[in-house]
């Protein structure tokens, strides 16, 4: 089941999104692509919607799944038949349309350590989200919070498990993202199947807001600013061809990096939905 979490997870074709990369806010703080097995009810009442399930939980104490301070709870992802699901977890999203987009608010929570520990590691993330299209403008805003329990148990059994991954599990993660898009075509009145977007967009990225207890962090890129610029051409809804520019400012506290470093890019792509 494709989680509901954000307003990119359950539509992650790459033609969706302009630049070439996925956002790191979809990337870094909510793992998409994100999927796990469960079930669930769905639904809808006029102009709003919901989706609410239990599936099996991301896993924090595992030899290849795990949490660490860079990518937060992405590497606790795993296939069904790889894992055995001793933990519950629930999420759901609640959306509601708005003029020309939706606004919407998702939210995960439930324990990680797979019965390895005998305390829970509670993790829960909470997800609001607002995009639109007013003309040929688009506008996409999100913000997330996650929190991790018990990161002193789970960093104290990573650092002691010869099959563990990493010991530098985050208490808590905070991201923004917010961006502008123009269809080029659209604003000049042009009548064409084709689309020209322009974008620019801003991310704050935070996998490890809050070093967690016991935690050995020595990844000098883990909390980030990152600017992106670029452009998207569409000769058809279904391919898109991309480059974009990004430029990242790093905000790391260790003597193999200092505040304020910057690092910069540019990246293409093809992208196909099939």
């Not at 239990?54 to 795993?78: L, M, P, Q």
């Not at 600017?227 to 790093?250: C, D, E, Q």
């Amino acid at each position: 089941m494709i989680m509901p979490m954000g307003n990119l997870n359950e539509f992650h074709e790459p033609n969706k999104f302009y630049s070439a990369e996925r956002p790191n806010f979809h990337k870094y703080l909510i793992p998409s692509t994100w999927s796990q097995g469960g079930a669930g009810i769905f639904g809808s009442s006029g102009d709003v919607s919901y989706r609410l399930y239990a599936t099996n939980a991301v896993v924090s104490t595992d030899a290849s799944r795990y949490f660490d301070d860079k990518y937060f709870i992405r590497k606790g992802r795993a296939q069904l038949s790889e894992l055995v699901a001793v933990d519950i977890a629930l999420t759901g999203r609640v959306e509601k349309k708005a003029p020309g987009g939706q606004a919407g608010f998702s939210f995960y929570t439930g324990d990680s350590t797979n019965g390895r520990i005998q305390e829970g590691g509670r993790t829960t993330l909470l997800v609001a989200d607002y995009k639109t299209k007013r003309g040929a403008f688009e506008y996409d805003f999100g913000i997330m919070k996650g929190w991790i329990e018990d990161t002193k148990e789970i960093n104290a059994l990573m650092s002691s498990d010869t099959l563990a991954g990493a010991n530098d599990v985050p208490e808590s993660a905070f991201g923004l993202l917010a961006e502008v898009a123009i269809h080029i075509p659209e604003l000049r009145g042009m009548s064409t199947t084709q689309d020209w977007i322009a974008f620019a967009r801003y991310e704050l990225i935070r996998p490890n807001d809050e070093e967690g207890e016991g935690a050995t962090s020595t990844d000098p890129t883990k909390n980030f600013n990152e600017f992106n610029v670029g452009l998207a051409w569409k000769p058809i809804s279904k391919v898109a061809i991309k480059a974009t520019h990004w430029h990242r400012m790093y905000d790391g506290k260790v003597s193999a990096i200092s505040d304020g470093v910057t690092a910069s890019g540019v990246d293409f792509a093809v992208a196909y939905e099939y």
